[in-house]
């Protein structure tokens, strides 16, 4: 049973335009959600997180976006670079563990 | 600051034999979690240490084991080897203290089993 789902495997986005990245979730007593971004041969690299308690965090290019009644959250990246072409990983956490979806690959074409 | 290390990078071991993978957590750091990533799949979490004790396990068997040390390093051992546990074992560090943390991750340590 997949609690963090992550329904696109890849998506293609122009250089300078708008990246958004979809994760859903079931368990409603997550209480952080996290995204990360992995290369090829190295670990998770953490982006951005966000409280259950809000809706919205910026950092920069990297928006998250959590709709609780919809247990749904986003990732915009804007503009969109060459170097963010990799795999993208949402992440709920709970008690000490961390739910990772399955990863979207970002391709960014320049 | 340091970052999460783990060694080896990589190791092939066959089925039946044990395998220790080694993690030194990102200083100030004092949790250490362990994830299993297999091919095409996020990673899915092992266990965490904190003061030197098992803190919380997900679902794995008890032939995945770990120890943590005074310096907040970390180990984790696999006994009885089996085809399935070839995958990229990950570590993240943690800094316990709030109800969320965020946990930053080594590069890993991918494991072969033939």
């Known amino acids: 049973d997949q609690q963090v789902k992550q329904n696109s495997p890849s998506l293609s986005v122009q250089e300078g335009r708008i990246s958004i990245l979809n994760c859903d979730y079931t368990?409603?007593?997550?209480?952080?959600f996290l995204w990360y971004k992995k290369y090829p041969a190295e670990g998770p690299t953490f982006l951005i997180s966000?409280?259950?308690?809000?809706d919205k965090n910026e950092d920069g290019r990297f928006t998250v976006f959590l709709n609780k009644s919809a247990k749904h959250l986003s990732l915009h990246i804007v503009p969109s670079q060459p170097g963010d072409s990799a795999v993208y990983f949402c992440?709920?956490?709970?008690?000490?563990?961390?739910?990772f979806g399955s990863g979207t690959r970002l391709q960014v074409q320049p | 600051e340091t970052g999460v290390t783990q060694s080896p990078t990589h190791l092939i071991k066959t089925r039946g034999q044990q395998v220790t993978l080694r993690c030194s957590s990102q200083?100030?750091?004092?949790?250490v979690s362990w994830y299993q990533q297999a091919l095409g799949q996020g990673p899915q979490f092992i266990f965490q240490?904190?003061?030197?004790?098992?803190?919380g396990r997900g679902n794995f068997p008890p032939r995945f084991s770990g120890l943590q040390f005074p310096n907040y390093s970390s180990e984790l051992n696999v006994n009885a080897l089996e085809l399935d546990d070839s995958a990229l074992y990950l570590c993240a560090s943690s800094l316990a203290g709030g109800l969320q943390e965020t946990q930053y991750f080594g590069p890993g340590t991918r494991l072969l089993v033939l």
């Open positions: 992440a709920a956490y709970l008690r000490r563990a961390l739910t």
């Open positions: 240490y904190y003061r030197e004790e098992e803190n």
């Open positions: 368990n409603s007593m997550f209480d952080y």
């Open positions: 966000i409280s259950s308690i809000k």
């Open positions: 200083s100030g750091h004092n949790t």
